[in-house]
């Protein structure tokens, strides 16, 4: 089945710096990878998601990129400010079900 | 619209004993999922319906676990004789579809057995 590897951990960052979380995932087959940012005691939420016919996918300051060859795909954010402190998730596409990665516990420090 | 439900927020059992946790999806999405995150890891798979049917049950831990979807849209899952290491949160998610469709989280059941 599918396995999805996510490094850092934890990534501390100064307000205004980029950040880049990246995943590693097993199954060729997956073909939908989506990135879950949760704060504390919250329900993960969608902040954006990229589909294996494309390599890159921005959405103002967070972009996704997407290589298949190598089965690995990356979270960018730039220009970070203090809410986007949370934790993100990575995951991959399974025939429906989501295998997500270990997340990444970003804080943005003021 | 409403976005997904869940319903208790909290549940507080004792070993042994038998619960139902009950997810309201988005209406109309006819995929429905459920996941369950222990602290500090991701969410991780248990089963998704597609209808009233399980599409895949393939993540349930053992056969204390069940869900069901009677008329395609609430679903229930379904934990007998709890143990401690099924204190967990249980997320619900519903989506339009299954492949590129984005899932919808409800805000989760936390499970605490005693």
């Known amino acids: 089945g599918e396995n999805v590897e996510q490094h850092p951990s934890t990534l501390s960052v100064q307000e205004g710096d980029s950040a880049v979380i990246k995943c590693t995932y097993s199954?060729?087959?997956?073909?939908?990878f989506p990135w879950y940012k949760q704060e504390l005691g919250k329900r993960p939420q969608l902040i954006i998601d990229?589909?294996?016919?494309?390599g890159e996918k921005k959405d103002q300051r967070i972009a996704v990129t997407l290589n298949k060859t190598a089965k690995h795909f990356s979270l960018h954010i730039t220009e970070t400010q203090p809410e986007d402190s949370a934790v993100y998730f990575c995951?991959?596409?399974?025939?429906?079900?989501?295998?997500f990665g270990q997340g990444t516990e970003l804080s943005v420090k003021p | 619209g409403a976005g997904v439900s869940q319903t208790p927020s909290n549940k507080v059992t004792e070993k042994g004993k038998y619960v139902e946790l009950r997810c309201d999806p988005i209406?109309?999405?006819?995929?429905l999922y459920w996941y369950r995150q222990s602290l500090g890891q991701g969410p991780e798979f248990l089963i998704y319906?597609?209808?009233?049917?399980?599409?895949?049950d393939s993540g349930l831990p053992n056969d204390r676990f069940f869900a069901v979807r009677p008329e395609g849209s609430v679903s229930t899952l379904k934990i007998q004789r709890t143990e401690r290491g099924d204190s967990a949160v249980y997320l619900c998610?519903?989506?339009?579809?299954?492949?590129?469709?984005?899932?919808?989280f409800g805000p989760g059941t936390r499970l605490t057995v005693l």
């Open positions: 199954d060729s087959a997956s073909n939908y």
């Open positions: 990229i589909r294996s016919n494309v």
């Open positions: 319906f597609q209808g009233t049917g399980a599409a895949d």
């Open positions: 995951a991959a596409n399974q025939g429906g079900k989501l295998i």
């Open positions: 998610a519903s989506s339009f579809g299954t492949s590129y469709n984005e899932q919808f």
């Open positions: 209406s109309g999405h006819t995929a």
